[in-house]
């Protein structure tokens, strides 16, 4: 893994959202993942939280504390009170600003490869190097972007007819396990 | 579902993996999906294909034939052979050249409300609408494009450490019923 490579993602990240997301018709938007799960609004609040909350302020922790001080918990749920009036679009343009502000920030540490091998404490998890931290970044975008479109494809589920059968992302959230025809 | 609505997802989604997939370092896109799945290149030419001999061609079915010839079959796997010397940012392109295509052609069919009602022969599914057509053309967009995460994220499964037990995205590809922590 290269610090390049997974920056290079993170910076697309609030682009792809946006092409996605940004002056969508309600019809696409208004449906969660899976029953009691998230709509994108929420996914969207999600991510914010995590720039507020966890990804880069982690960061720095392992830079300032090493393993002297744990990370602090991060409310994965911040997002439903927070964000109950604000459009989805403002959500996008806030995820946006401060992804750019934590990918600022992360430049100016100037981390080179060994630095990657320092190590800090989650509160759960124990151990864990910068190096897995900023990987999870990533994979955590790409996690949660993903159930952005399962949310979409929920929305028209009574529409496709027949063709469900062969639409594993509209199966799935009924049976995680279904495998389409 | 309103077409208006189908045809404005129907156009971002070319925009859509663009920003997610044009020059992203290689790190990324050479790790299928799930064992024996598709990489995002594989799916990139699958909607190509799509493009190509499934979707428009397929309304055009509807309206000049109706239910009294069926669909063609389609080849889900045509872009095996066909671009095997393509680059992704080759694919990128081509896909949103034929979809732009597409729309314009759809555009000009001048589709209403009640043509919605139209139906057509599906060779394996039987009667199917219109309507049920474009709503399936979007939601295919939105399986497969997910499926590009899917792929995006196995690539880096070996570096989050830990994490991974809170990553359904990284889970499921071992056991489509896995639940993150």
Known sequence: MSLADTVDLLRRTPVVVAALLDGLPDAWT?????????????????LISAELADWYPRVERIIADGTTK???????FAHVERDVDVSLDRLLDRFAEL???????????????ADLDR??????????????????????DLDHVSQIFAGMAGSHDANVGPWKAYLGILLR???PAAVPR
């Open 30 to 46: 208004d449906t969660p993942d899976v029953a009691g799960g998230w709509r994108p609004r929420d996914v969207v609040g999600h």
């Open 99 to 113: 992804r750019s502000l934590s990918l600022e920030h992360l430049e100016e540490l100037v981390i080179d490869e």
């Open 119 to 140: 190590r800090g404490i989650h509160p759960a998890l124990g151990e864990v190097t910068l190096r897995e931290l900023i990987a999870t970044w990533a994979v955590h």
């Open 70 to 76: 744990p990370f602090d918990t991060f409310d994965r």
């Open 173 to 175: 959230r009924d049976d």
